[in-house]
């Protein structure tokens, strides 16, 4: 059964300070890992898909990357904006559920300015 | 990126009636579309798989006569909470995927959630 794990579960920043943000995966074969950005009372808003065979995926100041072997993949958001507050969360498809999306807890994101 | 609609964005209603949540791709065809519930602080749990044409397959513990789901057209899925009550309410979202679903690489787009209170 996928498990997914995210650490920290929160974190602060101040305003301008690089961003680290960690995804474990207990199954490694998966096809690909997506990324979501969740405002409070909001829905998921997809930052970058990695597909399998990627090492990194990059938009703007967001850098994803996947190392599958391990089982991890990391999100780095550059010159971090209090407007970066929000939840992100990690989601693979699981084949041994039928291909469904299984989410990792998220992490909870303040930038103070 | 493809858009997924879903209306209504909150809804209070009365304990005992029903309410209908619409979840709508806008620019892409979906066969398939997926219902989450969503409790304060935590990820998203999958209630449900929204089939186009066909009967949903819900997750263990779902009842399918509390939450019915229609999937009438290849752009529109509908989960209806029956004889709500206060335990239903919460945020529930939808998702829609595009890519090749039996594969498994597929990239998901979710709706903007609807608060449900039940009071």
């Known amino acids: 059964k996928q498990e997914v794990t995210q650490i920290p579960a929160a974190l602060s920043v101040p305003e301008g300070e690089n961003l680290v943000l960690n995804c474990s995966f207990t199954?490694?074969?998966?096809?690909?890992l997506q990324w979501f950005r969740q405002d409070p009372g909001k829905g998921l808003t997809s930052l970058l898909l990695?597909?399998?065979?990627?090492r990194e995926q990059t938009s703007g100041r967001l850098n994803a990357s996947l190392d599958k072997s391990s089982g991890r993949s990391t999100l780095y958001i550059a010159a971090s904006q209090p407007g970066d507050s929000a939840t992100y969360l990690c989601a693979v498809p699981s084949s041994a559920a039928g291909n469904k999306l299984t989410f990792g807890g998220g992490t909870r994101v303040l930038v103070k300015p | 990126g493809a858009v997924v609609s879903q209306h209504p964005s909150r809804v209070i209603c009365k304990s005992g009636t029903s309410v209908k949540i619409e979840c709508r791709s806008l620019d892409f065809q979906a066969t398939t579309m997926f219902w989450y519930r969503q409790f304060p602080k935590q990820s998203l749990m999958l209630m449900a798989t929204s089939n186009e044409g066909s009967k949903a397959t819900y997750e263990q513990g779902v009842e399918k006569d509390k939450f019915l789901i229609n999937h009438a057209s290849l752009t529109l899925s509908t989960l209806t909470v029956t004889s709500a009550h206060p335990e239903d309410s919460s945020f529930y979202i939808c998702?829609?995927?595009?890519?090749?679903?039996?594969?498994?690489?597929?990239?998901?787009?979710f709706g903007q959630g609807t608060r449900l209170t039940v009071v």
């Open positions: 990695i597909q399998s065979s990627q």
């Open positions: 998702s829609a995927e595009i890519g090749q679903p039996i594969s498994g690489n597929t990239e998901a787009f």
């Open positions: 199954d490694s074969a998966i096809y690909n």
